[in-house]
């Protein structure tokens, strides 16, 4: 939840009006984030080659197909890993940037004058006239599970429950000459979040996974399932060309925003969380890996609707959390997307 804290007041700060001295910020802020493009396009670079190499090896019948399926997931999870791992500690640099922005450690200027760069005017223009380009892309919200068609009365605490994805997207205008349809996609990262109510943990049994009262009082559970998937959206951009010396430019991410579509991919982990007070006044963390008999695959709808960066964003399971209970629930998420040029 700090990480959470820390992403939204670093967008906070990216929305604000660019004086003098801010500058600097976005600047170290977009490096980042180019440093998260580089290593999430090397790692898919990398899992392109061991996939080609998986399937010469099908080819010259030194392994099944069976067989070629398995090794493919097993390097798809390796590079998903890698990504998460490498990304931890640019979150820390994003952390500390924010510190020193609250800190007031970064020059400003006391007039707040608006500053004008012709380079960087320039170069808004030259990115306009391209026909595809990237977004860093963060959302966070609530999340919770849908049984018999309805959230209500959920065995899951609706504001405890939260969910976050990050990832990067590309946005192709469809049209040559035309601005309102483009077609998103990319690479994300979703964390889903649930924590049960009245005490209670996840518990397999047997074939199921069920929700049983913990022998001991909990001040706090939940279970965390990490998904690797790709986004697909065909986004109606309403943002209005821009004019300069009598030729038109087509301008994204700057009027009403409405994204339809879904996304597909695989589990990276689950992992619970129980933590209690030992007697001793002290809090005490045990965490609990395993499959917890989760879907190690995700598919789903999703659609968002917003002004400019920020929207309002939903996403849903087609498929149930559980791939063996005889209740099916599937997860639910509402909250607010950031798509960052």
Request: proline content about 1%; hydrophobic content about 35%; glycine content about 6%.
């Amino acid at each position: 939840m700090r990480n959470l804290i820390v992403y939204l007041t670093l967008i906070l700060c990216l929305f604000a009006t660019k004086v003098v001295g801010q500058e600097t910020f976005e600047a170290r802020a977009k490096a980042i984030a180019d440093k998260i493009e580089t290593i999430t396009t090397n790692e898919k670079q990398a899992l392109k080659i061991e996939v080609d190499g998986v399937n010469f090896e099908v080819e010259k019948g030194t392994i099944t197909k069976d067989q070629a399926d398995l090794k493919k997931q097993e390097f798809a999870k390796i590079r998903a890993a890698n990504i998460e791992t490498k990304v931890a500690s640019l979150q820390e640099e994003l952390k500390n940037l924010v510190q020193e922005k609250v800190d007031g450690k970064l020059a400003e200027n006391k007039d707040k004058k608006v500053t004008f760069s012709w380079k960087s005017f320039k170069d808004t223009i030259s990115k306009s006239e391209k026909r595809t380009t990237s977004q860093f892309v963060f959302a966070a919200g609530v999340n919770n599970l849908v049984t018999d068609g309805k959230v209500s009365n959920s065995d899951f605490r609706y504001w405890g429950s939260h969910f976050y994805e990050w990832g990067l997207t590309y946005n192709t205008r469809i049209l040559k000459t035309n601005n309102l349809l483009h077609f998103k996609y990319g690479l994300s990262v979703m964390y889903n979040n649930l924590r049960p109510t009245d005490n209670r943990v996840f518990v397999k049994s047997g074939d199921e996974t069920l929700l049983q009262v913990s022998p001991i009082h909990l001040d706090d559970s939940r279970m965390r399932n990490v998904f690797l998937v790709a986004p697909l959206h065909l986004e109606f951009d309403f943002s209005k060309n821009k004019t300069k010396d009598g030729k038109s430019f087509f301008q994204s991410h700057q009027s009403v925003r409405v994204g339809l579509g879904g996304y597909a991919g695989f589990r990276i982990k689950s992992k619970q969380f129980e933590i209690f007070d030992n007697g001793q006044n002290q809090d005490v963390t045990v965490k609990t890996k395993g499959d917890f008999n989760v879907n190690d695959f995700i598919y789903g709808v999703s659609g968002y609707v917003g002004f400019k960066e920020a929207s309002i964003y939903v996403k849903y399971d087609l498929n149930p959390m559980f791939q063996n209970n005889v209740i099916k629930q599937n997860n639910i998420s509402l909250g607010i997307r950031f798509d960052l040029n």
